[in-house]
């Protein structure tokens, strides 16, 4: 059983910056580098909706089009962790992130065929 914890949520001000971070960890041996990683968040009265995913070797990303060019997804599969880099952030992307795992290639990675999910953390953009 994977566990997916995430930090690095916070109140910041339209135009600031946050590094969202997700943090694997299982009762027994496990490869973090077998899983791939989604980043999806949560607007209150609004679906859970995919923000981004990165592969299971780090070589291959995509971006919802509301995100592109200002979030970053990335993994350090040698310390079992992946980051969301979000920068010039606006009001529209406040919203519980959640972090999401699964041994599945990116295309499929939709809410209802993943396992292993995070918490959530809250993101706050407002002045």
């Known amino acids: 059983q994977l566990k997916l914890m995430e930090s690095g949520g916070g109140l910041v001000q339209p135009g600031g910056s946050l590094r969202l971070s997700c943090s694997a960890s299982?009762?027994?041996?496990?490869?973090?580098?077998?899983?791939?990683i989604a980043w999806f968040r949560q607007a209150p009265g609004k679906e859970r909706e995919e923000v981004s995913c990165?592969?299971?070797?780090?070589?291959?990303?995509n971006y919802a089009d509301s995100v592109k060019g200002r979030f970053t997804i990335s993994r350090d599969n040698a310390n079992d962790t992946a980051y969301l880099q979000m920068g010039t952030l606006k009001p529209e992307d406040t919203a519980v992130y959640y972090c999401?795992?699964?041994?599945?290639?990116?295309?499929?990675?939709?809410?209802?065929?993943?396992?292993?999910w995070g918490q959530g953390t809250q993101v706050t953009v407002s002045s």
């Open positions: 999401a795992a699964d041994t599945l290639p990116c295309a499929t990675m939709t809410p209802p065929n993943i396992r292993y």
């Open positions: 299982a009762p027994s041996a496990f490869t973090f580098h077998y899983y791939t």
């Open positions: 990165i592969n299971m070797k780090g070589d291959r990303t």
